[in-house]
């Protein structure tokens, strides 16, 4: 994107050729190279996605059919599709009017249950295995979908009576799943497919695929921690939202993010961080601050008064009052400044250095000159301690 002070662009299309040529970065290629780097996807994702939002068929090649590998990965994302439309059924059918119920009590609507296809595993658990049998035991295995029998008499389903959350790869298809328990003892609260073939934990982020093209426009993203969170935020219309889905967040997982809120060369990329108001969730921002930090990111800490999580905080107060959350949300450093003075006493110098030696592994990851020095100022200021010790600690 050109500013309104250039004189001459600094992007083109060639329409005759067919190819574009940023000036600002030197970027170049065709209509394939350009989705590609915009959506993040692989060259074969990207003739997928080109060929369904147009209507073009696929052609399969020859050797596509002779690859085992090939085959392997799409009978897995079969697999995945057939679960996703059964477990709606299952939420849709009499048996998951409790389920439903549930949903309506959280706040979620017909349409938050159509956009995010939300489903129900069966409490017996056999119906997804019955389903999936004519793919072979092998390829059940892989899935993830199922669990073998430890007599090794067969499979029983992974999922069973749970609230099911379809986990989505950057073109919007199923991949994995995350069921929370709705029958009192059930545990883990939360239960996640493992790893296979379609689903590597580290590199996926749940609602990515619907948040990436607002999360270009305003060049933010806003991190959120379980997947309620995520749609809540999102059907309220704010749509660059993301959520880590309960795992520890991966340095892929921070990377993907910085490929869409850094689209300009010229500005950096904001993260939100909307996590828990638990002790978990504090700990979880103060670590995630450092790791956006050194990708050169700028951070800053959401925090829901009240104890809320966001669903919980949009029911009760709207959307416009989340909205204004944003707009206030504090930079990193002056939450982890309060969150310092809370640990520490700061009625003598020892304990406010102290307070300012928990700071450093943050402030040592922002690399800008500048910056540095701005934060050494609020520093001295917030823990009242001399400015001079702070820079010679930052030199």
């Not at 250095?353 to 540095?372: G, K």
């Amino acid at each position: 994107r050109s500013s309104d002070l250039e004189k001459t662009p600094s992007f083109g299309v060639h329409s005759i050729l067919g190819f574009y040529k940023c000036f600002g970065c030197d970027a170049t290629g065709d209509v394939f190279k350009f989705v590609q780097e915009i959506e993040s996807l692989t060259f074969p994702e990207t003739l997928r996605l080109l060929a369904e939002r147009y209507g073009i068929p696929m052609p399969q090649r020859p050797a596509a059919r002779d690859d085992p590998e090939a085959q392997r990965y799409a009978a897995l994302a079969e697999m995945h599709e057939l679960a996703t439309q059964l477990f709606q059924e299952n939420l849709r059918s009499p048996r998951g009017a409790a389920a439903r119920d549930y949903l309506v009590s959280r706040g979620l609507s017909q349409a938050a249950l159509d956009e995010f296809r939300l489903g129900l595993s069966d409490a017996a658990g056999q119906q997804l295995t019955t389903k999936l049998q004519r793919f072979g035991p092998a390829l059940l295995e892989q899935s993830g979908l199922v669990i073998k029998r430890q007599d090794g008499s067969g499979f029983f389903d992974r999922f069973r009576a749970r609230l099911m959350f379809p986990i989505q790869n950057e073109s919007g298809k199923p991949i994995a799943f995350g069921g929370r328990a709705l029958r009192p003892g059930d545990e883990p609260k939360y239960l996640n497919s493992p790893e296979t073939r379609l689903y590597k934990k580290s590199a996926v982020l749940y609602n990515l695929h619907r948040a990436k093209s607002d999360a270009r426009k305003h060049d933010r993203m806003i991190l959120v921690e379980g997947y309620m969170d995520a749609i809540a935020v999102y059907m309220a219309g704010v749509r660059e939202v993301v959520a880590t889905s309960g795992t520890s967040l991966g340095l892929d997982q921070v990377r993907i993010i910085k490929r869409q809120v850094a689209q300009q060369q010229a500005a950096a990329g904001q993260v939100i961080l909307n996590f828990d108001p638990d002790p978990a969730g504090a700990r979880s921002t103060e670590k995630y601050i450092s790791v956006f930090l050194a990708e050169g990111l700028r951070v800053k800490v959401l925090e829901i008064p009240g104890g809320l999580d966001p669903d919980e905080y949009i029911q009760q107060n709207g959307v416009d009052a989340y909205r204004a959350l944003i707009d206030r949300a504090a930079s990193y450093f002056t939450w982890l400044a309060a969150r310092a003075r809370t640990k520490h006493d700061m009625q003598t110098a020892e304990s406010r250095i102290d307070a300012f030696r928990s700071l450093l592994p943050a402030i040592e990851q922002v690399t800008d000159r500048l910056e540095r020095a701005a934060i050494a100022t609020e520093v001295a200021q917030q823990l009242n301690v001399d400015r001079e010790i702070v820079l010679q600690s930052l030199s």
